[in-house]
């Protein structure tokens, strides 16, 4: 296991290194802010308070806790914390930002660039050891470097990669092989047709659409992306072939109720543990690779064994259109007056090794080498579906266009990804657009008027 898990660690960081620079060498630092060593002294923080806001499952919701008590009974520190859904949080972020009123610490997603006025750089504290990342490779950590500047934006929570999690008892049921590391479209296409036949239930429910197109731009030709590698620019020539081929098929499946309709996608929303194919209602669905143990803990209940897989492709020898990134990083805001406190924080967080065993991967595989030795280490905390994340991220760190992606989304990307689900892809399931192709055009014509306000904006 141990050389299984350092395989996953050297794929991770092949891929990251390949994507963004990282940094320089530096002097070896006078003070390293070890809270491991047995002697380590923490903080008095007796009388002082921190706050703190995240997004996730109520799994999350519930190590994180234990994470935050510990802090407190080591420091003294007394911690007012927050938590929602995913789509509930961006909602209370930007009410908070409105009104200057942001936590200390805020949880935040590849979307910082949206959000990059509201949060501090990290590079003193790096610099000075006091968040300590000397086990922390530098690759991993240039996954929250803004490249334009340098910034430090935050101290990542862990990688993940969008993947796909499905039951192999209806792939028997239905008589279709599972899926594999190749694994096309058409595939994907065959079995949820299969899988509804022989069930008469969903195949698919919950699917990221944006994220499918982006991949599907990526799978269509050697060297498309969706956007740059620098986020500066679209970067697939405006082809939107891809586009009109994956609407079209999803919708096509959707149709023919192999694909849940969207008012069950958006019941289920982004808690992971409500999704049917834990229940045994669904085979697939598509998630973050950090989710599965939150899922894979409601499935056993009911006796299920759920497997994750990668992401269809085009074409079998193909671009695989997937990447192994941050899932979420740890920042400190803007307006805090506790910035030293929080960085104490951060750095608690990322690299006890107490705290990561509460934590176990949850948000992604750990970023800290001593930490993810320690868990592996440890034969409880390393079940059957935390080697399945190991193994999916060490799979899509080995694909050789896994660098073919940008650290953080442009900040026109939340408004174009918005109206690509709502406006262009519901919408031609609600029969506004005579078909894929109608819709693909009109999406790409709003995309460069979005991006264009946007650059305007920057102006």
Not at 94 to 121: C, F, H, R
Request: charge should be negative.
């Amino acid at each position: 296991m141990k050389k299984f898990v350092s395989v996953a660690l050297a794929a991770a960081m092949v891929m990251t290194a390949a994507a963004i620079p990282v940094f320089a060498e530096e002097e070896a630092k006078e003070y390293t802010n070890n809270v491991n060593d047995p002697d380590y002294e923490w903080p008095d923080y007796s009388g002082e308070t921190l706050s703190m806001m995240w997004w996730g499952s109520d799994y999350r919701h519930d190590i994180t806790v234990q994470v935050i008590e510990k802090f407190e009974e080591l420091t003294g520190i007394d911690i007012e914390y927050e938590y929602y859904d995913g789509t509930g949080y961006w909602t209370a972020y930007q009410a908070k930002m409105a009104s200057g009123e942001l936590p200390d610490v805020v949880q935040m997603g590849n979307n910082w660039l949206t959000y990059y006025d509201t949060i501090v750089p990290l590079n003193e504290y790096v610099e000075s050891g006091v968040i300590d990342t000397t086990d922390i490779p530098d690759a991993l950590l240039s996954v929250t470097i803004n490249q334009a500047n340098g910034d430090i934006t935050g101290i990542s929570n862990g990688t993940n990669a969008r993947c796909m999690a499905y039951n192999p008892a209806l792939f028997d049921e239905a008589g279709v092989p599972y899926p594999t590391e190749n694994w096309t479209w058409e595939d994907f296409a065959e079995a949820c047709r299969a899988i509804h036949e022989a069930t008469g239930g969903y195949a698919v429910t919950t699917l990221e659409y944006n994220s499918l197109v982006y991949s599907a731009v990526t799978q269509w030709k050697e060297g498309y992306n969706f956007y740059t590698m620098d986020g500066t620019d679209f970067g697939f020539d405006g082809d939107i072939e891809p586009i009109a081929y994956l609407i079209d098929l999803l919708d096509t499946l959707q149709k023919e109720g192999c694909i849940a309709d969207y008012g069950v996608q958006n019941e289920i929303g982004s808690n992971v543990e409500a999704d049917y194919i834990a229940y045994g209602d669904a085979a697939i669905m598509m998630l973050s690779s950090n989710q599965f143990n939150a899922l894979s803990k409601v499935a056993a209940e009911n006796d299920i064994t759920l497997n994750l897989c990668t992401i269809p492709r085009m074409t079998e020898d193909g671009p695989s259109g997937m990447v192994v990134r941050s899932s979420q990083e740890l920042c400190i805001s803007a307006n805090s007056e506790k910035k030293d406190i929080a960085a104490n924080f951060l750095n608690y967080w990322v690299n006890s090794i107490e705290a990561n065993k509460i934590l176990n991967c949850e948000r992604g595989v750990a970023i800290n080498t001593s930490v993810l030795d320690a868990l592996i280490a440890d034969e409880e905390l390393t079940d059957e579906s935390t080697a399945k994340v190991y193994e999916l991220i060490a799979l899509v760190g080995s694909f050789p266009d896994a660098a073919n992606t940008s650290p953080a989304e442009p900040a026109a990307n939340e408004e174009i990804s918005d109206v690509l689900k709502k406006t262009y892809i519901q919408g031609l399931a609600e029969g506004k657009f005579a078909d894929a192709h109608e819709a693909a055009e009109k999406f790409w014509e709003e995309a460069q008027e979005i991006w264009a306000k946007f650059e305007t904006a920057e102006e």
